[in-house]
């Protein structure tokens, strides 16, 4: 249920994000509590062609045509657009989501004195893509130590983050956990599907090579592979299906709305997040899937990741990877899905749903905004 605090007076906020909006669930779910607490909220973002579908919100929406779709232009491009767009704006607060859209809030806010929020989803100098690009790197961590420090309002995703921010800067971030909404809970009635789900970013480090090649093994015979999401390495994972010749159990459904997602999780018998520790930002992540797998009765094959771990172990809503071998993750989900533990993970997720809800971390954001508009 939604948790409402209602405005006075109009304040109009602002977000900005570099995504084309269609799929982001956290940052809609941001502007819905927003939404309907009262506040006038607009959404900014990119429009790719060839890819950007039509979004339909309750909330204004705004999406950029922008010269450049990658690389250094592209963020010199965004963050340009956003910052004359922001100028022209008559909003209160200024909400960037993620480091590459805090240059342009950044500078906006203070040429007109208005309110700057920072929204961390990841440890953006730590993704996978910068770990190995020492310069790009660098880059993103100057533009991060010459702004954070000066931010008095910001929140992210994660305990560990939490600290880390106030290690290195001095920021004092509040923790808002990326859980879905319980009142958009879809447990599947029918008999599941004999079938196995992701859903996410196709990019490296997710553990998705070695989960494909799990299903060359007899022990996912019959068991189907469901792969909802798009990125970097979308094609080559294709490539490697159709060379392993496994084409017709292993699909691709590309990027679904929210609630069409929810419905194909609910029909699932194991969701999978085995993403790879690759450095502080999967190390600390909290991967918004795994709570959606929960969210809709659907027991969890996870990594050991700090943060994931600490949190829903006590949960017993699945199991933890044991080995990155694709034979012993072929030979792992085979046992769960045959498990006589199967059914009480699945009572066990519909138990942990509200302790893991966005109903509660809205409110931590309502009281954020609120101090923000009265500072």
Not at 42 to 69: A, D, H
Not at 97 to 106: K, M, V
Not at 136 to 162: C, D, H, N
Request: charged share 30%.
């Amino acid at each position: 249920m939604l948790t409402f605090v209602m405005v006075s007076t109009k304040t109009k906020i602002v977000l900005s994000v570099s995504n084309d909006l269609f799929s982001d669930q956290r940052v809609h779910k941001v502007c819905s509590s927003l939404n309907y607490a009262g506040y006038e909220v607009e959404l900014l973002g990119r429009f790719i062609k060839g890819r950007s579908r039509e979004v339909k919100r309750n909330y204004s929406t705004k999406r950029f045509k922008l010269w450049f779709n990658k690389g250094p232009l592209f963020y010199i491009n965004l963050n340009l657009r956003l910052f004359f767009y922001l100028l022209g704006s008559n909003a209160t607060i200024y909400l960037a989501n993620d480091l590459d859209t805090l240059a342009a809030n950044y500078l906006a806010a203070k040429l007109k004195g208005k309110k700057i929020v920072y929204d961390s989803h990841e440890y953006f100098t730590e993704v996978p893509e910068l770990i190995n690009r020492p310069f790009k790197q660098s880059i993103w961590r100057k533009l991060e130590g010459w702004m954070l420090p000066k931010l008095k309002f910001a929140y992210t995703v994660s305990p560990s983050l939490v600290q880390e921010y106030k290690q290195q800067y001095g920021l004092e971030m509040r923790l808002i956990r990326n859980f879905p909404r319980l009142s958009e809970q879809s447990y599947q009635k029918e008999e599941r599907r004999n079938a196995v789900i992701y859903q996410g970013a196709l990019n490296i480090g997710r553990g998705l090579e070695e989960l494909i090649n799990a299903f060359i093994y007899p022990e996912l015979e019959g068991i189907e592979l469901w792969l909802f999401g798009e990125g970097d390495i979308e094609d080559e994972l294709k490539g490697m299906v159709s060379k392993l010749a496994i084409d017709d159990r292993v699909k691709f459904f590309g990027r679904l709305e929210p609630k069409e997602l929810k419905e194909w999780t609910a029909k699932a018998k194991i969701g999978v997040s085995i993403e790879r520790n690759l450095g502080k930002n999967y190390e600390y992540a909290l991967p918004n899937k795994v709570f959606d797998y929960i969210h809709s009765g659907v027991p969890v094959l996870y990594s050991p990741l700090k943060d994931l771990s600490e949190l829903i172990d006590q949960l017993n809503v699945g199991q933890q990877l044991k080995s990155r071998e694709s034979a012993d993750i072929a030979k792992q989900i085979r046992d769960m899905i045959e498990s006589p533990d199967l059914a009480s993970w699945v009572e066990n997720c519909k138990l942990a749903a509200p302790k893991l809800s966005w109903e509660h971390e809205e409110k931590i954001l309502f009281d954020l905004i609120t101090d923000v508009r009265n500072d």
